[in-house]
T-cell receptor, first 115, second 115 residues
Framework: GESVGLHLPTLSVQEGDNSIINCAYS??????FIWYKQESGKGPQFIID?????DKRQGQRVTVLLNKTVKHLSLQIAATQPGDSAVYFC??????????????FGQGTILTVHP | DTEVTQTPKHLVMGMTNKKSLKCEQH?????MYWYKQKAKKPPELMFV???????INESVPSRFSPECPNSSLLNLHLHALQPEDSALYLC??????????????FGPGTRLTVL
């Protein structure tokens, strides 16, 4: 079946560095992608999303890049802070044209930021 | 306001018990979701409701019974669970806009332990 996966399960960075988290997807019909941050004991928190008709979207300190040619998604975090330490999940929507979503999550990357 | 609330935060139940998990949102979202998340794993979709009607059941065992009594509430009724059903149960909601899929916002989850 279709799946979303991550290249690196863990990422350790120093405070102030930029972080890049990668994600590969295999469903070419997926039209919507989301990055979530999940801290210990909490639910996933929306960070940023991108639709398949775009290749880049920027938020506050975060940028998502979508490369449909190689089916690759990345999350860039600028000036990473200790509060950014969490598990980051990419998710793809493959609900096939319905208005509700059907998200498939990647395995997650643990980001650790050292002061 | 993008808040989804879930009660209880923690639940311990025996295999013969009947219990219910509750989820509430007041964002006017007409799609609501139940996910199951095991430790160190991504969330897995269980059920999707759209306009209070069950749209997706991801082959979930009948010991899990969802209910959507109105557009703001989503319940998950539990009966005769097994220890392997112990997990974090997450509720999410999203807007419904034609065929455009919108962002899913998650609640904090209910940590369920089955003894």
């Amino acid at each position: 079946g279709e799946s979303v996966g991550l290249h690196l399960p863990t990422l350790s960075v120093q405070e102030g560095d930029n972080s890049i988290i990668n994600c590969a997807y295999s469903n070419s019909a997926s039209d919507y992608f989301i990055w979530y941050k999940q801290e210990s004991g909490k639910g996933p928190q929306f960070i940023i999303d991108i639709r398949s008709n775009m290749d880049k979207r920027q938020g506050q300190r975060v940028t998502v890049l979508l490369n449909k040619t190689v089916k690759h998604l990345s999350l860039q975090i600028a000036a990473t802070q200790p509060g950014d330490s969490a598990v980051y999940f990419c998710a793809e929507n493959n609900a096939g044209g319905t208005s509700y979503g059907k998200l498939t999550f990647g395995q997650g990357t643990i980001l650790t930021v050292h002061p | 306001d993008t808040e989804v609330t879930q009660t209880p935060k923690h639940l311990v139940m025996g295999m013969t018990n009947k219990k219910s998990l509750k989820c509430e949102q007041h964002m006017g979202h007409r799609a609501m979701y139940w996910y199951k998340q095991k430790a160190k794993k991504p969330p897995e979709l269980m059920f999707v409701y759209s306009y209070e009607k069950l749209s997706i059941n991801e082959s979930v065992p009948s010991r899990f019974s969802p209910e959507c009594p109105n557009s703001s509430l989503l319940n998950l009724h539990l009966h005769a669970l097994q220890p392997e059903d112990s997990a974090l149960y997450l509720c999410a909601s999203s807007q419904v806009q034609g065929v455009i899929t919108d962002t899913q916002y998650f609640g904090p989850g209910t940590r369920l332990t089955v003894l």
